[in-house]
C-alpha cells in the first residue's frame, strides 16, 4: 500500500538557518504530494502541494520539489523564523480515492531567536 | 469564515465507556474527513463521508467504531465501549465538493481512555 517516510525530529534550529525536512514516499501511480504544517494547538493547515512530476510547489518562503525518479518531496526554506516553529507533515493522495490521504509521522521543528 | 470546528478538544473515558467526538465542518462544505493519529504514528484516514452518506469507511474498524453526518447537524464519531488503544488524537477535516484533495482540518480530539 501507500506509505510516506520523512525524517524523525524534532529538528532544531537558529533564526536564519537554512531548513531540510526529507520525505520520501511509496505509492501505486502518480499520486499527488502535500506538506502540511500544524501550530501549537490548531489543526493541520495545507502548506504546499505538487500534482506531478518535476513540479514545485512553494508558500512562505517554503518550497519542495516532486522528484519521481527518486520518489521524494523534500521541504526546503533558506532562512527560518522563529514563528515556523511547528511540526510538519508529509502526505499524499492517489488512484481513485484521491480524498484519501496518507501522512508521514510528522517532524517536530523547534527555532530559536 | 470559521474553520472547521472539534469538540471536546480533550477527552478522557475509562475503559467500557462512550466516546463522542464532533465535528462542524467549514462552512459550505458538504464532505467531511475523520483521521486517526496513535502516539508516535502518522494520521491514518478512517472515514469519508457526505451528508446523510458514507462514501468510504475503509479505514474504519469493524467494530465498536462508527461514524455519521446528518442532515442538520455536526457529523459525529463515535467509539463504543473504549478500551486502551483507542488512546489517540482524531481529527476531522472538510472539503468543498469536487476538490477532494485539499482538505482543512480542524485541531482534533484527544482520547484518553484509562
Known amino acids: 500500500g501507500d506509505s510516506v517516510t520523512q525524517m524523525e525530529g524534532p529538528v532544531t534550529l537558529s533564526e536564519e538557518a537554512f531548513l531540510t525536512i526529507n520525505c520520501t514516499y511509496t505509492a501505486t501511480g502518480y499520486p499527488s504530494l502535500f506538506w502540511y504544517v500544524q501550530y501549537p494547538g490548531e489543526g493541520l493547515q495545507l502548506l504546499l502541494k505538487?500534482?506531478?512530476?518535476?513540479d514545485k510547489g512553494s508558500n512562505k518562503g517554503f518550497e519542495a520539489t516532486y522528484r519521481k525518479e527518486t520518489t521524494s518531496f523534500h521541504l526546503e526554506k533558506g532562512s527560518v523564523q522563529v514563528s515556523d516553529s511547528a511540526v510538519y507533515f508529509c502526505?499524499?493522495?492517489?488512484?481513485?480515492?484521491?480524498?484519501?490521504?496518507?501522512f508521514g509521522k510528522g517532524t517536530l521543528l523547534t527555532v530559536n531567536p | 469564515n470559521a474553520g472547521v470546528m472539534q469538540n471536546p478538544r480533550h477527552l478522557v473515558r475509562r475503559r467500557g465507556q462512550e466516546a463522542r467526538l464532533r465535528c462542524s465542518p467549514m462552512?459550505?462544505?458538504?464532505?467531511v474527513y475523520w483521521y486517526r493519529q496513535l502516539p508516535e504514528e502518522g494520521l491514518k484516514f478512517m472515514v469519508y463521508?457526505?451528508?446523510?452518506?458514507?462514501?468510504?469507511e475503509s479505514g474504519m474498524p469493524k467494530e465498536r467504531f462508527s461514524a455519521e453526518f446528518p442532515k442538520e447537524g455536526p457529523s459525529i464519531l463515535r467509539i463504543q465501549q473504549v478500551v486502551r488503544g483507542d488512546s489517540a488524537a482524531y481529527f476531522c477535516a472538510s472539503s468543498p465538493e469536487r476538490r477532494q484533495e485539499t482538505q482543512y482540518f480542524g485541531p482534533g480530539t484527544r482520547l484518553l481512555v484509562l
Open positions: 502526505a499524499l493522495s492517489s488512484g481513485g480515492s484521491n480524498y484519501k490521504l496518507t
Open positions: 505538487a500534482t506531478k512530476a518535476d
Open positions: 462552512k459550505g462544505h458538504s464532505h
Open positions: 463521508l457526505q451528508k446523510e452518506n458514507i462514501i468510504d
